[in-house]
């Protein structure tokens, strides 16, 4: 399932950066970026979102008023510069804070915790299969029966332990309609069914004779799922 987001900042490097880290992790959906936190707020009032990213130093009225000035459903994340707001954002019960320049690696740690602070949702598809596009048809696809999913190029290969299927759906598709306690993305081109993994070992994944790689980008996310942060 995809978590909404909105990034408030006024640095143009700086939002570039976020914007960026934000469109490497498919969990997450950009539906705005403001430069001003008033127009931030006005949005927020009618739009709600899961994650706000959220800069202090914003001119006329600052991060911290808007987190002051409103009752947010969603979960904060303060980015700044500067580290003596953090005391203040945690009385404010944001879920992060992000010292500039960060890494995307700690960019990842505090979407992570974001979405442990969420309130837990109905995965989307609650039935025990799903229909996949292949050539002219849609072919039936019990879930228990996935073991991976490989990208190739344009098209997606599911692997079961009786067959193969190709398919033009995207990685974005498939993450939309099944849970990640159920098949997980650990790879710009793999997507695992947890219960199929028989072993871990640093960033590799054993599935009988299969072995996939975990990638940076994915790592956190997975090791928080299976218990493992």
Do not use: W
Not at 140 to 146: G, V
Not at 148 to 153: D, L, N, P, Q, Y
């Amino acid at each position: 399932m995809k978590h909404s987001c909105i990034i408030v900042e006024d640095e143009p490097l700086a939002l570039e950066r976020a914007q960026g880290y934000v469109q490497k992790l498919p969990f997450l959906s950009l539906k705005a970026t403001f430069e001003s936190a008033l127009e931030a707020l006005s949005y927020l009032k009618n739009n709600p979102v899961d994650i706000v990213f959220l800069d202090i130093h914003l001119g006329d009225f600052s991060g911290i008023q808007l987190l002051e000035s409103v009752s947010l459903k969603g979960q904060v994340i303060l980015t700044t510069a500067y580290h003596e707001y953090a005391l203040k954002g945690f009385d404010l019960k944001i879920a992060d804070y992000l010292l500039k320049p960060y890494t995307f690696e700690r960019f990842v740690q505090a979407v992570d915790r974001a979405q442990s602070l969420l309130p837990k949702s109905e995965p989307q598809n609650s039935r025990p299969f799903i229909f996949v596009k292949t050539e002219y048809r849609l072919e039936k696809l019990m879930l228990d029966e996935i073991l991976f999913i490989e990208g190739m190029g344009n098209y997606r290969r599911i692997h079961t332990a009786t067959q193969k299927i190709m398919t033009l759906q995207t990685f974005a598709e498939f993450e939309q309609e099944l849970p990640p306690s159920l098949l997980c993305r650990v790879h710009k081109s793999y997507m695992v069914a947890i219960a199929k993994i028989d072993s871990i070992e640093k960033d590799r994944i054993r599935l009988g004779e299969t072995i996939i790689p975990i990638s940076d980008s994915y790592r956190q996310a997975f090791f928080s799922l299976i218990g493992q942060s």
